[in-house]
């Protein structure tokens, strides 16, 4: 008995070796955001620094993420308000819910306060549009 355990003891622990040294894939661009997060890149199309939210934030600085982010990916399910001054200041534009995308030249290193739902403040378009959408 002792020679049959010793035998399915040694395939166990060759197949945990197996698994463990298998390097995993690390996510880039984009497909850094999790799921439920609002995530906001300093470069375009998800590249850069990656800061990940999923609640008001009244000053992206203390994520030094103030005045530089590029990209983003709106992975909640709810409108993510974003304003051009830190707490909650300024202008606003907003990123919807599944939203993707790099931000308009105006809109890139611009945003220092963000807010997800919650009350909104004056535009920071200039023209009437039918979505506020800050993606170009």
């Given at each position: 008995?002792?020679?049959?355990?010793?035998?399915?003891?040694?395939?166990?622990?060759?197949?945990?070796?197996?698994?463990?040294?298998?390097?995993?894939?690390?996510?880039?661009?984009?497909?850094?955001?999790?799921?439920?997060?609002?995530?906001?890149f300093s470069?375009?199309?998800?590249?850069?620094?990656?800061?990940?939210?999923?609640?008001?934030?009244?000053?992206?600085?203390?994520?030094?993420?103030?005045?530089?982010?590029?990209?983003?990916?709106?992975?909640?399910?709810?409108?993510?308000?974003?304003?051009?001054?830190?707490n909650y200041?300024?202008?606003?534009?907003?990123?919807?819910?599944?939203?993707?995308?790099?931000?308009?030249?105006?809109?890139?290193?611009?945003?220092?306060?963000?807010?997800?739902?919650?009350?909104?403040?004056?535009?920071?378009?200039?023209?009437?549009?039918?979505?506020?959408?800050?993606?170009?």
């Open positions: 008995m002792g020679k049959k355990l010793h035998l399915l003891v040694v395939p166990a622990a060759a197949a945990l070796v197996t698994l463990t040294s298998v390097p995993a894939q690390a996510a880039e661009g984009y497909d850094r955001c999790r799921p439920n997060y609002y995530c906001l470069g375009l199309d998800g590249t850069g620094d990656i800061v990940e939210v999923q609640s008001d934030t009244p000053d992206l600085a203390v994520l030094n993420m103030a005045g530089r982010a590029k990209s983003d990916w709106n992975r909640t399910s709810s409108t993510v308000h974003l304003y051009s001054e830190a200041e300024g202008c606003r534009a907003v990123s919807l819910a599944g939203a993707k995308g790099n931000f308009f030249s105006t809109f890139r290193d611009f945003f220092h306060s963000l807010r997800v739902s919650g009350p909104s403040g004056p535009s920071c378009f200039t023209i009437t549009r039918s979505s506020a959408d800050v993606h170009g």
